[in-house]
């Protein structure tokens, strides 16, 4: 079995949204039932992560009240802080995860063509693109965002119970105060 650590910034870094996408059950911060991987083992390890790409929030999501959901831009900017989160997953599930992402059941990556050229455009939906951030313990680190750069996604204020979750998973993530968690979004959109 091979595992990946998968890394996170938005909604997910709520460990309970994240296993309702693992073990497939209905979130209470947005009242939708999720699929569930095929393989139900919870993660095996979760640590906290620093992206150095521009987290922002775009779309018009139907599961978070018609917000935006949040993205990161493709390419890596040296004074960018984006607090994340990894999870170490099988390659399965995380094929799982990322279909779920994008309304399917799962995607089918190459993970040679992801290996060799750190990025990789799997099937239509919002999250189309996988990114692969480096290696942690000789395993992938590996990602999904939309396929299209930052500028060229419709941006949108994401809604209070998406950032709530957010906030909850930044407090359990990377122990900040609920306060200092709104800070750090207020930096990406107006949370006012």
């Given at each position: 079995?091979?595992?990946?650590?998968?890394?996170?910034?938005?909604?997910?870094?709520?460990?309970?949204?994240?296993?309702c996408?693992?073990?497939?059950?209905?979130?209470?911060?947005?009242?939708?039932?999720?699929k569930?991987?095929?393989?139900?083992?919870?993660?095996?390890?979760?640590?906290?992560?620093?992206?150095?790409?521009?987290?922002?929030?775009?779309?018009?999501?139907?599961?978070?009240?018609?917000?935006?959901?949040?993205?990161?831009?493709?390419?890596?900017?040296?004074?960018?802080?984006?607090?994340?989160?990894?999870?170490?997953?099988t390659?399965?599930q995380?094929?799982?995860?990322?279909?779920?992402?994008?309304?399917?059941?799962?995607?089918?990556?190459?993970?040679?063509?992801?290996?060799?050229?750190?990025?990789?455009?799997?099937?239509?939906?919002?999250?189309?693109r996988?990114?692969?951030?480096?290696?942690?313990?000789?395993?992938?680190i590996?990602?999904?965002?939309?396929k299209?750069?930052?500028?060229?996604?419709?941006?949108n204020?994401?809604?209070?119970?998406?950032?709530?979750t957010?906030?909850?998973?930044?407090?359990?993530?990377?122990?900040?105060?609920?306060?200092?968690?709104?800070?750090?979004?207020?930096?990406?959109?107006?949370?006012?």
């Amino acid at each position: 079995m091979q595992y990946v650590w998968y890394a996170c910034y938005g909604s997910n870094l709520c460990r309970e949204r994240f296993l309702c996408y693992i073990i497939g059950k209905q979130f209470a911060g947005n009242g939708k039932k999720y699929k569930g991987c095929r393989n139900h083992a919870y993660p095996v390890d979760d640590q906290p992560f620093i992206f150095s790409h521009p987290l922002y929030f775009a779309h018009h999501s139907s599961s978070w009240q018609g917000g935006g959901v949040a993205f990161i831009d493709h390419t890596p900017v040296q004074s960018e802080t984006t607090l994340g989160r990894l999870y170490k997953i099988t390659e399965e599930q995380f094929c799982d995860v990322a279909g779920q992402e994008n309304g399917k059941a799962t995607m089918d990556i190459d993970w040679d063509i992801l290996n060799t050229t750190k990025s990789f455009e799997i099937e239509t939906g919002w999250y189309g693109r996988v990114l692969y951030l480096g290696r942690k313990d000789n395993l992938p680190i590996v990602t999904v965002t939309a396929k299209r750069k930052m500028e060229e996604m419709p941006l949108n204020k994401p809604s209070q119970q998406y950032i709530d979750t957010i906030v909850a998973g930044l407090i359990e993530t990377h122990g900040l105060s609920a306060q200092e968690a709104c800070n750090y979004l207020e930096n990406r959109f107006p949370v006012g």
